[in-house]
């Protein structure tokens, strides 16, 4: 069974830090370019950032580069993402994904998602 779980979500300050953790099973990890997306209330879905295939490269939305960092640790399947600098407007549910290359992640076009985590940040 694919499984996608996104941890690590909760109520921080503005300014204030936390770690989203995306643990997969049930493909193969290295075959897949992962990355996280994000829905807030009323707003479209937006791709936050995502990692290749080979880890390698990487890709961030502007309105989270320099705040946000996508890893992976392959051993354990999980792909991290360490969102630093948090503001009130990063507010939503993040979902991780599974997708087949770095552009259908980007795109937020997936083989698989898994269920969200909400992350709140107030001002």
């Known amino acids: 069974e694919v499984q996608l779980q996104a941890s690590g979500g909760g109520l921080v300050q503005a300014g204030g830090s936390l770690r989203l953790s995306c643990a997969a099973s049930?493909?193969?990890?290295?075959?897949?370019?992962i990355g996280w997306f994000r829905q807030a209330p009323g707003k479209e879905r937006e791709g936050v950032s995502c990692i290749s295939r080979r880890r390698s490269t990487t890709y961030y939305a502007d309105s989270v580069k320099g705040r946000f960092t996508i890893s992976s640790d392959n051993a354990k399947n999980t792909v991290y993402l360490q969102m630093n600098g948090l503001k009130p407007e990063d507010t939503a549910v993040y979902y991780c994904?599974?997708?087949?290359?770095?552009?259908?992640?980007?795109?937020?076009?997936?083989?698989?998602r898994g269920q969200g985590t909400l992350v709140t940040v107030s001002s």
């Open positions: 994904g599974a997708s087949g290359n770095l552009v259908s992640c980007v795109s937020t076009l997936h083989n698989y």
């Open positions: 049930g493909f193969t990890f290295d075959d897949y370019a």
